[in-house]
């Protein structure tokens, strides 16, 4: 998948677990970096590509990207895997509360967002040509649906022309369906 659909599936997966699974608590700051870090998390499995928008991002990003694509030697590799989840998972629960002051924002649904965009990008590669190696190193590829050939080209037709925009349409019938549910959502931020 392209980038911008991982951006839109991350979205829609953010607004869904929103809404089956409402935070007790959220304000403004906590709500604009959850929306982002789920952002972050749909990049984050591509890493291992120099071409990733993260690294785009960074001063001298382009040459990291170009080192940690040698590291992981191609792609999907570790960062596909469930080992991968785990270890990004660790590193974010000792990190976010390092870098981020908890005493403005909630670093655990930070966190939740962050692995939500994770898991979603995980799940949007698994419906491409390629699948998943969900458990590397084993050399096993899982897909969605099983039969190859009936999976998603990676940036071609189907995916531009049909998969982002149902992205898009679902959000919108879900963000309509669920209204009151996330209106409250958005009411704790201007408590």
């Known amino acids: 998948m392209t980038a911008r659909t991982h951006d839109a599936f991350a979205f829609a997966s953010l607004v869904t677990f929103a809404a089956f699974f409402p935070p007790e608590n959220l304000n403004l700051t906590t ?3 959850s929306v982002i870090g789920a952002d972050v998390g749909a990049l984050l499995p591509d890493l291992d590509q120099a071409g990733n928008r993260l690294w785009e991002m960074l001063p001298s990003g382009h040459n990291l990207g170009r080192i940690f694509r040698r590291i992981f030697y191609k792609h999907r590799t570790l960062t596909h895997s469930l080992i991968g989840v785990f270890a990004i998972y660790k590193l974010l629960e000792f990190v976010l509360p390092l870098v981020l002051n908890s005493g403005f924002l909630n670093t655990k649904i ?16 698994s419906l491409t040509e390629e699948g998943l190696p969900l458990l590397f190193p084993l050399n096993i590829s899982f897909g969605i649906p099983p039969i190859r050939k009936m999976r998603i080209k990676t940036g071609k037709w189907f995916e531009n022309f049909v998969v982002y925009p149902v992205i898009w349409i679902y959000l919108i019938w879900f963000i309509h369906l669920n209204q ?10 201007v408590k």
């Open 31 to 33: 709500l604009v970096v």
């Open 110 to 125: 930070v966190l939740a967002s962050i692995m939500i965009g994770y898991l979603s990008h995980l799940l949007a590669d």
């Open 180 to 189: 009151a549910s996330l209106t409250n959502i958005l009411r704790l931020v």
